[in-house]
């Protein structure tokens, strides 16, 4: 098994993991940037492109979708990066899964035909969002001519000009698919070599309200995993049989309904949570670890996991700025207040906002009952916090 670490943030949990079980780590510059101890089982790059090229199903996990540009750079053009493209693209995923959604629709549009689009035959409400998603462009919920309206002035090419390049706005593909209403998901698993799916983790991800998009609160327990478990792995198992892939780990984002109807939203290959979130929560918090549970291909024993825990939530807030208040303008947060205001602040993990879009993040556990702090943080615009310069 191979690690391909890469920017922007790797863990002092996901090194210390690496170091201790001796796990080969590609050695790329940005790796070697990145991670400044020899003792780490480095490998040259020159092996790990022949390691793959010998077996494109070489158990292999990435720390950032950055990492993917490698994979595509040095394994000559692998059934490893032809599974890759199949997930990062989405309209090529929605393909793949047709079978799976008879009667679900979406459809395709250039970037430069959106301000032109006609919405007849469009089912109301839709999400747009990049066919192969880059920075900024987030996702956008239409449910009536006025929210169009406002997302055709986002997305519209005098406003993005400058902030991307010609090469990456003239090939700007957008998939416009039916929105599913429902409780939305982030599940951390991987393909064994058979291609049986072992779900290590799933997480809830809140919403403030039903146009809220934002990234702010997930969390986990014992009810969450043992609801949800069989419903996703049967439909995990059935996306893994239609691409293919095994010795694969990937990060799951999903959408269910009142009915028990799964839409995929994404499929994150070869990594767990970005910025080593949902992979280092259960290490931090629940006493297993994700990066070892894949390399070793176990399974969670979930009653064992939970035992003694059945009352607790484990959460990760994204502190994100959604403060209004631009990074220059921002001279520092107050983390300790803010672990002040959670019952039990497993740990903060500090960013700086002038360098990273985020603050940081910050790892909880919450009594049940006591989810009153889940909701004040997931709402927050977190000025409390902030120290303006």
């Known amino acids: 098994m191979l690690f391909l670490i890469d920017k922007p943030f790797v863990s002092d949990f996901l090194i210390k993991t690496m170091k201790e079980n001796g796990y080969r780590v590609v050695s790329t510059p940005v790796a070697r940037e990145m991670i400044k101890d020899d003792s780490l089982t480095w490998i040259s790059e020159e092996l790990a492109a022949d390691i793959i090229e010998k077996d494109p199903h070489t158990p292999l996990y990435t720390n950032s979708e950055n990492a993917l540009t490698w994979i595509a750079g040095n394994t000559n053009g692998s059934e490893l990066s032809d599974h890759i493209q199949l997930f990062k693209d989405k309209a090529r995923f929605r393909e793949l899964i047709l079978t799976l959604f008879p009667g679900f629709f979406y459809t395709t549009v250039k970037l430069d035909d959106i301000q032109y689009l006609s919405l007849e035959g469009i089912p109301k409400p839709f999400v747009i969002k990049p066919s192969v998603g880059f920075f900024s462009l987030g996702v956008h919920i239409v449910r009536n001519q006025s929210d169009w309206n406002r997302v055709k002035n986002e997305l519209s090419i005098s406003k993005l000009e400058g902030i991307y390049p010609p090469s990456v706005l003239n090939t700007s593909t957008f998939i416009i698919e039916e929105y599913i209403n429902g409780e939305e998901f982030a599940v951390d698993c991987y393909f064994n070599h058979t291609g049986e799916v072992v779900i290590l983790n799933i997480l809830h991800h809140r919403f403030s309200s039903g146009t809220d998009t934002s990234d702010r609160v997930y969390t986990t327990s014992k009810e969450i995993v043992l ?49 080593c979130t949902t992979g280092d929560l259960p290490g931090l918090a629940l006493g297993y670890n994700l990066y070892e549970y894949y390399y070793n291909m176990r399974k969670p024993d979930w009653e064992k996991i939970f035992e003694n825990r059945a009352d607790k939530i484990y959460s990760i807030v994204v502190l994100n700025n959604n403060s209004g208040l631009s990074p220059a303008d921002i001279k520092g947060f107050d983390y300790d207040l803010l672990g002040e205001d959670f019952e039990n602040a497993l740990m903060i993990r500090k960013l700086d906002i002038k360098e990273y879009p985020v603050f940081g993040f910050l790892f909880a556990e919450t009594s049940a009952g006591n989810e009153e702090e889940l909701t004040k943080i997931l709402v927050s615009d977190l000025k409390k916090y902030i120290n303006p310069g």
């Open 227 to 275: 609801k949800y478990k069989d419903s996703f792995e049967a439909f995990l198992n059935a996306m893994g049989k239609a691409a293919g892939i095994r010795n694969f780990p990937a990060h799951v984002e999903l959408r269910m309904d009142a009915s028990g109807k799964i839409n995929p939203i994404e499929v994150n290959p070869l990594r767990f949570g970005g910025w």
